[in-house]
């Protein structure tokens, strides 16, 4: 299986240089590139799996979306409220919720922006530079990758999320109340008794908040995906390269 060699020599080209990975294995540019996106597209397809499934955000310390730091008023004075702490939680299900929703429109974004990378860019991104980013680097990042989609797809994350959010928003939350419906019971509530405690009323934007925060997640995840290819591309080899790899570079028997 000539190919699978080239292929975990490929692999082993995001721990070291193209001169090695040419010496050894032979490979062309053009294989080079297809190995490194069908490589963004495992690590892509992971994140994307991983965020939108249910509690994905939820559940997940590092992801999950609080309320912004508008709102901190209100967190730490929710004990003033009747039924306060349950209104909370209820806001904090239905944002991560909706980041949930939203995720899984990543996936077809993701590999647009990789199935149209150049030779060059590819080659860039495996020596660890970001070839979207204005502001140039000759330091190596191992995230190299993923600021690269950022670069390349934020603004078409950004509509794509803020349509599913904001309808998530609005869904019904418990009965027939919704994420907007607890969120505005909970900031009236709390803006009742703000002047008494002598703090300001809130007034937040949960949409574009929420569309910011759960893209900062997708994109954390993404970049731990990234990492973990460049750190133990033997590993990941052996686990991938069945079942994904195999479609790009095939077999020869």
């Given at each position: ?180 419906d607890a969120w505005s019971d909970l900031s009236s509530a709390y803006n009742l008794v703000a002047p008494f ?57």
């Amino acid at each position: 299986m000539r190919r699978m060699l080239a292929l975990a020599l490929f692999v082993l080209l995001l721990n070291s240089s193209c001169a090695l990975l040419e010496e050894e294995g032979g490979l062309g540019d053009n294989e080079i590139a297809e190995g490194l996106k069908t490589a963004l597209e495992v690590g892509t397809d992971s994140s994307v799996f991983k965020t939108s499934a249910v509690d994905g955000f939820y559940k997940d310390a590092a992801l999950k979306i609080l309320l912004p730091p508008e709102a901190d008023v209100i967190v730490k004075n929710i004990g003033s409220v009747p039924g306060g702490n349950q209104l909370l939680e209820n806001v904090y299900l239905r944002i991560n919720r909706s980041a949930e929703d939203a995720a899984k429109s990543a996936g077809p974004i993701f590999k647009s922006s990789i199935r149209s990378l150049s030779i060059s860019d590819a080659l860039a991104i495996l020596k660890g530079q970001n070839p979207a980013s204005k502001k140039k680097s000759l330091s190596f990042d191992s995230t190299a990758a993923t600021q690269y989609l950022k670069s390349t797809c934020d603004t078409q994350l950004v509509e794509a999320f803020s349509v599913p959010i904001n309808q998530s928003l609005d869904k019904d939350l418990v009965g027939t109340m919704s994420t907007n419906d607890a969120w505005s019971d909970l900031s009236s509530a709390y803006n009742l008794v703000a002047p008494f405690i002598g703090k300001p009323k809130v007034n937040t934007s949960l949409g574009n908040y929420a569309t910011e925060r759960a893209l900062q997640g997708l994109f954390l995840k993404v970049g731990e995906e990234e990492i973990k290819i460049r750190r133990d591309p033997w590993k990941w080899v052996t686990t991938t390269v069945g079942n994904i790899l195999t479609k790009v570079f095939g077999s020869n028997s």
